[in-house]
């Protein structure tokens, strides 16, 4: 469950530009590649919200008197659990900095990426809730993978690089060489992209663990 809520000067998106704005924002944060199963990326595209606001005061600090629409100051902020807010962040603020550029592109007007601020918040476990109780991060990914884990199992891995594996859990390929995050299932060795997928199939086999591994 990922919310990000865009702050722009009034009337500087039309209605057509909001949507498209915030489609691509949801679309540049979730884009990895291919790097999880297609069917649990979509569950997390499922997941995520753009509020966008128009404040009606936006006063900046410059010395001079500024104009926040000219050109258009923005802000953007994401919820996401904590547990997911380290290693997220680098690529959110890449990713939805180039999303604003190329709908200022569209709209023909000059940009400057230092008026673009991007706040990554995590929020603290059992403070977000779905279905009407708290929900921590392992409970969200559990949620997105649930429907997909037994297609993610019996995926095809020809052609898959030598020395990795597809993560039971999610579908993203992890090498071997390079994790200790793995477990043996009937003579199987399974790889996993982190601790909270583990844990998960962990779980779900009746597996022990010899210590408690998290994703941060």
Known sequence: MIVIELFAPPGVLDQAQRQRLGKRMIDALMSTGDAHARSVMDSAHALTQVLIHEPAAWITGDRHHADPADPPRYLVRVSAPAAWRK??????????????????????????????????VGIAEGSLGMGGRPMGSLDLIRHITAPHRDAITHMPTDGLPPGTVIDPVCGMTVDLGSTDLVLELDGILHGFCNGQCRRIFADDHGLPLNAELGSA
């Open 87 to 120: 290693e997220m962040s680098a690529h959110a603020i890449e990713r939805l900095t180039q999303a604003l550029a190329e709908c200022e592109a569209e709209a023909g007007r000059p940009y400057d990426e230092h008026h673009v601020l991007v706040h990554v």
